[in-house]
């Protein structure tokens, strides 16, 4: 079977995993299963993007084990081929909040210690405006100018609703004036959207999936993220700071915690804004239960953004039904 033969199986396959960039699909082939991996061309680009996911794949393999090999690449049309992880996706039997099996914590900040370790020359070319290594502020205020430009890219269609929901006019007023005082900390290769459903779990390892979103920048950033996106019990997201600190080197991890929740203090921002987007439009062709959970989800997003803004924490399921009325009667 040639690479474009199996691409064309991947296309009429009914069954398929799709996340907000790409859509997978498990293959046979007589050499074994492999994972086709197709662009969504009418994607929403909500996230800070630096390079291509299959060079961020061949500049890690050596010095990171469990990420998906890469068989080939195709530009036109364009979708990749990677060997197949057979196992259990971490959020179908360990969702958002709830504890993972201690293996993942450990593996987590293996993963994170060996991005790293990577020599800065073996990482993919930086292009010239990205901040330079060490430069903490100037990476924290490309996170946010990106969050900015959603805002103000979707406040013409979405400005009641943010208006509604409290989100301020200018949301990250907040934070601005706080990036030039985090912690210099020499930049690393960062996976950026370490969450459970990017990992999967199988004979007691976790492997990490989905590398679109790779960054060149400070490793307090990746923690804070995956702090953010993981949803951990306390104890465990205690466990895994703690670990993080003993197993990096100093450099990585130098800095009070105030960088840290800088860092979340952003995402949660980032969140309410992009998921208030991505969650109004998903409502359209849902089901009532599966609105029931989108809308609650939400709830909980901006609840934790109103936090940062210095807002009661108020928000209930019906206020956002009723503000959202229009894309559930759509």
Do not use: C
């Not at 084990?65 to 060997?83: M, Y």
């Not at 504890?99 to 210690?113: E, K, Q, R, Y």
Request: hydrophobic share 40%; net charge negative.
């Amino acid at each position: 079977m040639t690479w474009l033969e199996l691409y064309g199986r991947a296309l009429a396959a009914d069954e398929a995993a799709a996340g907000y960039y790409n859509r997978n699909v498990g293959v046979p082939t007589a050499d074994g299963k492999v994972n086709v991996r197709i662009p969504l061309a009418a994607a929403d680009v909500m996230d800070l993007r630096l390079w291509r996911e299959e060079d961020v794949l061949a500049s890690i393999r050596p010095y990171v084990g469990r990420v998906p090999e890469l068989r080939h690449v195709s530009e036109e049309p364009r979708f990749q081929v990677h060997h197949f992880i057979e196992g259990r996706v971490l959020d179908s039997f360990s969702p958002r909040g709830s504890s993972v099996p201690v293996n993942v914590l450990g593996d987590v900040v293996t993963l994170m210690d060996q991005l790293v370790r990577i020599p800065p020359e073996k990482a993919p070319e930086v292009p010239a405006h990205w901040p330079a290594s060490g430069d903490s502020g100037g990476f924290g205020r490309l996170l946010a100018g990106l969050t900015r430009d959603v805002h103000s890219t979707y406040g013409g269609q979405y400005g009641e609703v943010f208006a509604e929901l409290g989100i301020p006019a200018d949301p990250l007023a907040v934070v601005e004036s706080r990036w030039d005082t985090l912690t210099p900390r020499p930049f690393a290769v960062l996976h950026a959207d370490l969450h459970r459903k990017n990992m999967i779990v199988a004979d007691g390892v976790t492997w990490f999936l989905d590398w679109e979103l790779a960054l060149w920048g400070d490793p307090m950033y990746e923690i804070g993220i995956h702090f953010h996106k993981m949803d951990y019990p306390e104890d465990q997201r205690a466990a895994v700071l703690r670990r993080w600190r003993d197993t990096l080197p100093e450099q990585s991890t130098v800095g009070p915690l105030e960088d840290l929740d800088l860092y979340m203090a952003h995402e949660r921002i980032k969140s309410a804004i992009v998921d208030t987007v991505r969650y109004s439009k998903q409502l359209t062709d849902a089901t009532q239960p599966e609105r029931d959970f989108l809308i609650g989800r939400l709830v909980k997003k901006v609840n934790a953004a109103r936090r940062v803004w210095g807002s009661p924490e108020d928000l209930t399921p019906q206020r956002v039904a009723r503000t959202l009325a229009p894309w559930l009667e759509a």
